[in-house]
């Protein structure tokens, strides 16, 4: 039972370009989104997060949008950087006891062409 | 601030041996988490601690691995025995306990032939 799907293994997007890596889940309970970058031989490592009780959240270049109606998430880097090439993993969790649980989806390669 | 330290970073095993992997947290984080990555999938949470207590260990294949966090800080993750299926990359996560944000240490990557 994959709660949390990346259905794109990977992403191709030329530099100074729009980067839009998405990310479904089908847990109505979920109330806390996050994405990790993850770059080879190390561990994820946290981008940037939004509660459900906002739609928008920006830092710098990246900008998550939930659409919780449509239990979809998605992540925006503008302008996109060759550094910037990585596997994205979107995760989710809930509140209460389980607040600290994270479910991750499969993950996305991104590539950043020069 | 030093990050979460995980050794070996690399292991290789034969099916039906044991090993170990011990993961140090980032100092004051009082939540600790072990995770199992299997190639082309998302990590999936084995255990989580509090402290040196466990929260979480629902997906914790008990009948082979085992975890424990003595003194709520250091902890280990032993599979006892292998199977082929256990090859897969083990992180360890710490927080500080409030907040969901969790520091990644760069996990041991374990091949069982």
């Known amino acids: 039972d994959q709660q949390v799907k990346q259905n794109s293994p990977s992403l191709s997007v030329q530099e100074g370009r729009i980067s839009i890596l998405n990310c479904d889940y089908t847990?109505?309970?979920?109330?806390?989104f996050l994405w990790y970058k993850k770059y080879p031989a190390e561990g994820p490592t946290f981008l940037i997060s939004i509660s459900s009780i906002k739609d928008k959240n920006e830092d710098g270049r990246f900008t998550v949008f939930l659409n919780k109606s449509a239990k979809h998430l998605s992540l925006h880097i503008v302008p996109s950087q060759p550094g910037d090439s990585a596997v994205y993993f979107c995760a989710a969790s809930q509140g209460g006891t389980s607040y600290g649980k994270l479910t991750f989806g499969q993950g996305t390669i991104l590539t950043v062409h020069p | 601030e030093a990050g979460v330290a995980q050794s070996p970073r690399y292991k290789i095993i034969e099916k039906r041996q044991s090993v170990a992997f011990w993961c140090n947290p980032i100092s004051g984080h009082a939540t600790l988490y072990w995770y199992q990555q299997i190639l082309g999938q998302g990590p999936k949470l084995l255990i989580q601690f509090q402290n040196n207590g466990v929260v979480d260990d629902s997906q914790l294949p008990k009948d082979r691995f085992s975890a424990e966090r003595l003194k709520g800080v250091d902890s280990t993750l032993k599979i006892q025995p292998a199977k082929l299926e256990d090859s897969a990359v083990y992180l360890c996560?710490?927080?500080?306990?409030?907040?969901?944000?969790?520091?990644f240490g760069p996990g041991t990557r374990l091949t069982v032939t």
């Open positions: 847990n109505s309970m979920f109330d806390y």
């Open positions: 996560a710490s927080s500080a306990g409030s907040t969901t944000e969790q520091y």
